[in-house]
């Protein structure tokens, strides 16, 4: 379990170390440590169960991990204790933003919306906490242009442009996952989290997830994604973490996981002596 | 249903008939006890009970005839229409509103500007003392607390079952303050707002951690709370007694409607002495104020904090992982609802001159509760309406001496007003769930404004 092959010129944008989580007696994350890099797209795989939206909750403070702590480090050099901030501080003031499994949208709002609503602490702050705001400050009214033109943005890049003015509970599918990822941008974030975004997507939807995915690594924005669909893991991800039970099993490169016996049998369910059997195999074969 | 409508009459009579005698038999069955059978004491006042058979067959006979009418008849015919216009493919709905739907709101506004000096013109002095006070400035009233609660529950989707409290609040703040201050109405306006805002705060801070069923018990209880204390707090409150003579407003202090007064406004301007005068600056006073408390509203909801109301109605974990604080933005929510029900209270309590807990109770807050969601969460036109419809229906209901003529002498129709107000609201919600005005207005757009339909957006969940 080489830690990555890839090289370490990137600087670290979040470390994760000995983060355990236990609910009553279930552990469902043990001891994992984890880092993913600036500038990276870090995917996060393994079968059903093996704890990787518990890890997300924890570094989006969903959760409060048991034991551990999550370190995330800012362009300008800050660094963050996740563990310690409330939910929507890590937004807020580390920069990490998500997305969910099942889509959370906010159905009744317009796709526009939906985007101002992602950029509310800027404005807030424009706004002066909206004292400021209702006396229509020209300050203010420059505020909510930019934060139109952002929405502008995201929305050409997630190809929703035609439809910013529909709810956004009346978008299909496929609209509604990448409406889903340009809110979360707008939020100016660092690292973003990605949670199945390319669940229930057809071929082509998944193609235009993976252009927009790239497109927002080469803004600089980090990425962290927990994926199923090993197709779409393999072509986007740069560092690919495999979770089963909680733990790590595999850390590197795409073809590294992809020709780690261990996540071979963590896959195809192979009984825990023939994993042995196989990793015997692979050292005598003298691959490392 | 069509196309037993198309093969032919008998198949529909003879379903009609069916419909009709099962009708009649569940008729029977749930009216035997209730109507067919009363019970009444004699004259050495023991309970006996006598039959009433003819009425149990008039109330079955209407259910059984009606049903076989519907069915028979008017379903066919409703059937028949429907397939037509299909046929002809023309669609239901057209695109050109009519002139009094597009200029509603100015058409209203004007009305409400005019409606004063209409009913002196109409109904002279005496007369208008009704039409401004009972039916004008309590439906404003009532307009007010809703829009009041409509920030807490139709934007913010906390579900508030104690609103009446902070309506409390306000009107004891300005009864207690003014009679033992003397602080004018004018001063105490603002600090009533501002103290029913705090007491949201206040409650807000330990309930708000609560969601759904558990918030609403909770403000539920908090509104008892406070009437508990002003029943019990004799000292201050005086209790059930209440406190009288409260000071009346004034003309932004030119004026004083106290009629023994030096500057009395009806000597200052030579009119004849009567009370209508002070109704009607009452009336400009609480239109003023429900001006404000819509303009707040619809200023508001295009404001971050506004989006992040609704945010948080459609969806509070979403808002939380966009760095959205959720327990300040439900705080804010609170105590902006809490203020202005706070304005409405002092306003109330310079109306009424008298103030005691039995005019906090519960069914006010249901009450305005039911004005919010019968004229569509939201919506501040729906609620506008609906508080038209639920407190002048009421106030109607008064008026409606003639149906003593049809249900005898000892008939009291604002008795049934309960009952009017459950039918109302079955009623309304058959037909419209979602409110009078069930879609939502967007709050910024890029092309084109296009109003959003209810079935999109969510009650919230605290």
Not at chain 1, 248 to 262: A, E, L, M, T
Not at chain 2, 309 to 332: F, M, P, Q, Y
């Amino acid at each position: 379990m080489a830690l990555g092959t890839t090289t370490m010129t990137n600087d670290t944008i979040l470390k994760v170390e000995h983060l355990s989580m236990k609910f009553g007696g279930l552990m469902a994350i043990n001891d994992l440590s984890l880092e993913a890099r600036r500038g990276e797209i870090t995917a996060l795989i393994g079968p059903n169960g093996a704890g990787k939206t518990t890890v997300f909750n924890c570094i989006t403070g969903f959760y409060k991990p048991t034991m551990g702590m999550l370190t995330l480090q800012r362009k300008d050099g800050k660094e963050y204790l996740l563990e310690r901030l409330r939910d929507f501080e890590i937004t807020k003031v580390a920069g990490v933003a998500r997305t969910f499994q099942n889509i959370r949208l906010f159905s009744g709002l317009t796709v526009l919306e939906n985007l101002l609503v992602a950029q509310h602490n800027a404005l807030m702050k424009a706004s002066g906490y909206t004292i400021l705001g209702l006396l229509g400050l020209p300050a203010y009214r420059k505020a909510v242009d930019a934060s139109i033109e952002k929405a502008k943005y995201w929305l050409d890049k997630a190809d929703l442009t035609d439809r910013a003015d529909d709810p956004a509970g009346d978008l299909p599918y496929g609209a509604q996952r990448r409406l889903e990822i340009a809110r979360a941008m707008c939020t100016n974030p660092e690292l973003l989290c990605l949670d199945e975004p390319a669940a229930g997507l057809n071929p082509r939807e998944s193609a235009a997830l993976n252009t927009l995915l790239h497109q927002i690594r080469d803004e600089g924005v980090s990425i962290l994604l927990i994926e199923h669909d090993m197709s779409v893991v393999m072509e986007i991800s740069d560092h690919v973490v495999v979770l089963e039970y909680g733990q790590k099993i595999s850390d590197g490169s795409p073809d590294h996981v992809k020709n780690d016996p261990r996540v071979i049998a963590a896959y195809l369910g192979v009984e825990d002596d023939e994993v042995e059997e196989v990793i015997a195999e692979e050292l005598d074969g003298g691959t490392r | 249903m069509a196309a037993s409508t198309e093969t032919g009459h008998p198949n529909v009579l003879g379903k009609a008939v069916r419909e009709g005698v099962f009708a009649g038999v569940v008729a029977f069955l749930m009216f035997l006890l209730f109507v067919g059978i009363e019970t009444y004491q004699d004259i050495n006042n023991a309970l006996v009970w006598r039959t009433r058979w003819g009425l149990l067959a008039i109330f079955v006979l209407v259910a059984a005839v009606s049903r076989f009418l519907s069915v028979g008849f008017i379903k066919p015919h409703i059937d028949r229409r429907k397939l037509a216009k299909a046929k002809s493919g023309v669609l239901e709905i057209s695109e050109q509103k009519s002139f009094f739907h597009r200029h509603f709101l100015k058409i209203a506004l004007v009305f409400l500007l005019v409606y004063p000096f209409l009913s002196l013109l109409i109904v002279g002095k005496q007369g208008s003392l009704k039409y401004v006070d009972n039916f004008g400035i309590q439906i404003l009233i009532y307009v007010m607390l809703a829009w009041g609660l409509n920030i807490v529950v139709g934007l913010a989707g906390l579900l508030d079952l104690g609103y009446v409290a902070f309506y409390a609040v306000g009107a004891y703040s300005y009864a207690l303050l003014s009679s033992y201050f003397g602080f004018s109405f004018w001063l105490l306006l603002p600090m009533s707002g501002i103290l029913a805002a705090l007491w949201g705060i206040i409650l807000g801070f330990p309930v708000l951690r609560l969601r759904g069923d558990y918030l609403a018990i909770v403000t539920l209880a908090f509104g008892e709370i406070i009437r508990l204390v002003l029943i019990n707090w004799t000292d201050v409150t005086k209790g059930t007694f209440g406190i009288s003579g409260i000071a009346k407003a004034s003309f932004f202090g030119i004026w004083s409607f106290d009629t023994g007064s030096a500057n009395s406004f009806v000597k200052a301007w030579g009119l004849s002495a009567s009370s209508v005068y002070y109704k009607i600056f009452l009336f400009y006073v609480i239109l003023a104020l429900c001006m404000l408390t819509a303009y707040v509203t619809i200023r508001l909801r295009r404001m971050p904090i506004g989006r992040a109301w609704e945010a948080l109605r459609e969806d509070e974990i979403a808002c939380r992982s966009l760095g959205i604080n959720t327990v300040t933005t439900k705080l804010t929510a609170f105590a902006t609802g809490a203020m202005f029900g706070g304005f409405a209270g002092s306003f109330f309590a310079t109306r009424q001159g008298f103030v005691s807990p039995e005019s906090f109770v519960f069914l006010e807050s249901a009450v305005i509760l039911a004005i919010v969601v019968l004229g569509g969460m939201g919506s501040l036109t729906g609620i506008a309406i609906a508080a038209v419809v639920m407190v002048g229906g009421t106030e109607v209901l008064r008026e409606m001496s003639f149906l003593k003529v049809v249900f005898g002498p000892d008939f009291t129709p604002e008795l049934y007003r309960m009952l009017l107000f459950g039918l109302a609201m079955i009623i309304v919600m058959l037909f419209k769930p979602r409110g009078f005005v069930g879609s939502r207005e967007p709050t910024a757009f890029l092309k084109e404004r296009r109003a959003v339909s209810g079935s999109f957006t969510k009650e919230g969940h605290g």
